[in-house]
């Protein structure tokens, strides 16, 4: 039997990335999905290159940031499959700046759309997923477990969401429910395009990650499934960094004995 088998996945911001990375995963391991984006051409194209039947899949246009088409998503996807087990919080995104430079609205949008949407999503989902002893997967960063330059609202953000999952875990494990978090370093998807374009920055990615390189949405999905899964019944309150060991060097120099 397949892990996610008669079970309902819901995965926000799903039309690519981690997102669709994720959603595919879960399709192949026999869950039935409520997806959502704000990209609806995109999120319906993708969702037909899925390997799950139709009347496995719901595809819903959601703005993450505006309470009553949070609520009215996770209602429809309930109504339409009659459960929610799991949930993954994967909307996020940032405008660059240091807090000197970054305006009122800037702020507002980052911790609106990379932290308010796991709040309204996990509201909305929590009686749901308590009704059936569910989890809760939070697509974090790396960012909320350090700081970067000039990304504050997105370091603020992410933090957030960090420190939300581990309360919410205390909150919801009376209730059987289980919440973690996944923490990504520098991943292959759109949103770091831009980024891995540039040589520079990506020698000094190479120079600073153990491993070498940047991530793939696969393996980030990976890590999302084996947290959703029975295979981690008794994991709650985990912000797992999967960031190829970036996160696990202190930045001092490496010393190497010569080999004699």
Same mark, same amino acid.
């Given at each position: ?8 996945? *819901? ?9 669709? !990375? ?20 995109? *999120? ?27 609520? !009215? ?9 009659? =459960? ?48 059936? =002893? ?17 990304? &504050? ?16 875990? &205390? ?16 991943? !292959? ?42 295979e981690a019944s008794y994991v709650s309150g985990v912000c797992l960094a999967v960031d190829g060991g970036l996160t696990a060097w202190t930045g001092q120099p490496v010393w190497r004995p010569r080999k004699k």
């Amino acid at each position: 039997m397949k892990r996610f088998e008669g079970k309902t996945v *819901l995965v926000t911001a799903a039309a690519s990335g981690i997102g669709l !990375a994720a959603a595919r995963r879960f399709a192949r391991e026999g869950a039935r999905l409520a997806l959502c984006d704000i990209r609806e051409d995109e *999120l319906a194209n993708r969702a037909r290159q899925l390997e799950a039947p139709v009347e496995n899949l719901l595809c819903s246009a959601v703005d993450m940031r505006e309470k009553e088409q949070v609520e !009215a998503f996770v209602a429809k996807a309930f109504a339409n499959f009659g =459960r929610i087990d799991v949930l993954v919080n994967n909307v996020g995104g940032g405008r660059r700046g240091r807090v000197q430079d970054l305006g009122d609205e800037d702020w507002r949008y980052v911790l609106d759309l990379s932290l308010g949407s796991v709040f309204l999503a996990s509201r909305a989902a929590m009686p749901h997923l308590a009704a059936v =002893r569910g989890n809760i997967v939070n697509i974090a960063s790396i960012s909320g477990l350090a700081g970067d330059g000039g990304n &504050v609202a997105y370091n603020a953000a992410k933090g957030a969401v960090v420190n939300m999952t581990r309360g919410m875990a &205390v909150d919801a494990g009376p209730d059987g429910v289980r919440v973690n978090a996944i923490c990504p370093g520098l991943t !292959a998807t759109p949103m770091t395009e831009r980024m891995r374009a540039s040589e520079t920055v990506m020698q000094q990615y190479g120079d600073r990650i153990p491993l070498g390189r940047a991530g793939e949405a696969d393996e980030i999905a990976s890590a999302i499934a084996f947290l959703a899964s029975d295979e981690a019944s008794y994991v709650s309150g985990v912000c797992l960094a999967v960031d190829g060991g970036l996160t696990a060097w202190t930045g001092q120099p490496v010393w190497r004995p010569r080999k004699k």
